[in-house]
């Protein structure tokens, strides 16, 4: 059953890099700032199942950027409302890569998300005074590493909760109290 419920975890981090209508496509990242937790909605841009490793595209400029060059530690958590599933995975940022190939993949509306003239978080006048640069560029990759799942389905009659912790290379799981 431990390894049913973890083999089932990768494999819808996996089908959510296709689906875009999966409810792990989008996810919470919590970083730290200063002992301030930042929660923020990212995009689950790429999956490792063997390394258990996340990737999210930014804005090199943004506060979780700030943040975690201070902070590695992070907090991932995803969320299927239809099965009431929570899984919460503690991880590190293992890298923060100006990745140019990958950014000349993304279609020219997204490229622009990571090209405004101010940082993302400046004041501006008004909701349309955003400019775009046309040669510069601020795509980020960042690469997470899990060290922590935890898994908790709501259901009758019992809830299920289960805790894997990453063991040298080997990955353990046990049964929680819900
Ligand atoms: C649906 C949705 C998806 C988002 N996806 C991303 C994303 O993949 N990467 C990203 O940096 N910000 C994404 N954002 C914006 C972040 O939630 C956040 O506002 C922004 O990154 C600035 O966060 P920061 O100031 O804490 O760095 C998304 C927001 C929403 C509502």
Redesign the pocket.
């Known amino acids: 059953m431990l390894d049913q419920i973890f083999t089932k975890c990768n494999e819808e981090w996996k089908s959510s890099l296709n689906q875009k209508k999966h409810s792990f496509r ?1 996810f919470n990242l919590a ?1 730290s700032n200063n002992n301030i937790p ?1 929660l ?4 689950l ?1 790429d999956y490792d199942p063997e390394k258990k490793q996340f990737t ?4 090199s400029r ?4 700030l ?1 975690l060059e201070n902070n590695k530690n992070v907090e991932l958590l995803f969320y299927n409302p239809e099965k009431l599933t929570q899984i919460r995975v503690q991880a590190s940022c293992i890298l923060m890569i100006e990745d140019n190939s990958v950014f000349i993949q993304q279609p020219s509306a997204s490229q622009k998300d990571y090209t405004t003239q101010h940082a ?2 400046t004041p501006i006048e008004s909701e349309s005074s955003v400019d775009f640069l046309k040669e510069t560029h601020y795509f980020l990759k960042l690469v997470f590493e899990a060290t922590q799942i935890e898994y908790l389905q709501l259901k009758r009659p019992a809830h299920i909760r289960a805790l894997f912790k990453k063991n040298k290379s080997k990955w353990v799981g046990e049964f929680r109290t819900p």
Not at 40 to 43: F, Q
Not at 56 to 59: F, V
Not at 62 to 65: D, G, L, M, R
């Open positions: 989008f970083t930042e923020r909605v990212v995009v841009r999210i595209y930014t804005d943004s506060q979780k950027v943040s993302p978080g």
